[in-house]
């Protein structure tokens, strides 16, 4: 492959260099575009653009191929757990058993939340959507770790790092509680992780807690399949707060709000609702993957195509099977389960959607497992958020480490040139 790439604008030509990843990806490295021809690129959504390089994520969405720093996610979900997988992405390589057994509790030293947090938990109405509220009590740990981080100094970063993967889970989880009306729970330092997370929503005060390991089991791998991918909207979003050196709990807290919009995180529980409205109309799913393909109607089967993987998508391969598992461990008959089956196969046989590549993702099969663990529509994108934690930490620590400059897209203007301005009485 040839070393430059060649532009030729009026006549003039430039070089520009090209960049090849190790996974054999091509850039042209148009960081002196400008600067030498005065032009810059325009591609909306950032479909051709790469922001960074990264060494966290790596993603073929053609060969449905996705690592987390050269593991596949496939031996990572068999394997390992979700703490692990967290260690891996922040810190680079699988821990050993001190450094996993460090890190935990390193993290346990960090799971009490200030209790003021929850005055402002209840300035919320009930009724708030738990992405919302989530967003805003990430942001308000700002208030209550005010020193900012140094990034170079290795000890206060880990320490950074251990807070925000302490305290977002109990906070994740008391949006919930708040709307059920129920007691807070405090983490219990003497229980992992994700079983933490089971007795953090669930446990109450009147009757002991029974915890079901094929749950968390099922919950923990389904944490490993959300944890990164490399530069989605809300890593994105991770990332460009950082580069203003916002704090790390400012830059989560703006990437739990980009990861609600329902065309991002918040397609797993547009997903349960879609599969609600199928089965509430009668369960004709023909007629809602004949509204899908209309195009006067704005209606998406939601879980179906993803911006990145145009073949299928590695983490629904995985999370079917689970979700098979699952179900028929807890002997759950789901009447929505079987309206999915059919729309998936519907939609997997129809043309418009082969054409388009459209198959389910990852959110298509999430939802109908987190249904049958029992975990409330309105929480499945909180949950997304506490399996995308590790990614966010992760992208964050890169970004800042590798001193990236301020994020700060161009644009090409198209609106009114200079005009003279007309008093009110004239306009
Ligand atoms: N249902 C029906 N048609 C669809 C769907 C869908 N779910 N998704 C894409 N299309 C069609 C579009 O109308 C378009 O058709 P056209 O070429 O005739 O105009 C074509 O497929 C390409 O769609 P784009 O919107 O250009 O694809 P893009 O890569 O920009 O969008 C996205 C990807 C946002 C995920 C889209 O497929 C979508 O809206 N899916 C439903 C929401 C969803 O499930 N989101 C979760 C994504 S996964 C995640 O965030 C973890």
Redesign the pocket.
Known sequence: MSKTAILEIDGKKYEFPIIVGTENEVAIDIEKLRGATGAITLDP?YKNSGSCKSEITFLDGEEGILRYRGYSIEDLADKADFLEVAYLLIFGELPNKAQLDKFETDIRKHTLVNEEMKTILEGFPKTAHPMGVLSSLTSALTAFNPKSVNVENEKELYEAICKTMGKFLVIATWTYRRRMGFPLNYYDNTKGYVENFMRLMFEIPTEPYKMDKRIVDALDKLFILHAD?EQ??STSTVRIVGSSHAGLFASISAGVSALWG????G?NQ??LEMLEEIHNNGGDVAKFVLK??D?EDPF????????VYKNFDPRATIIKKAADDVLEALGVDDPLLDIAKQLEKVALEDE??KS?N?YP????YSGIIYRAMGIPVEMFTVL?AIGRLPGWIAQWKEMRLNKEPIGRPRQVYTGSTLRPFKEVNQR
């Open positions: 959504g991918h989605n909207c329902p065309l991002h995180g397609a547009a997903v899908a393909k195009k998406r089967l939601m879980g179906f195509g993803h911006r418009y959607f388009r459209l993702n990852v959110d298509f997304f």
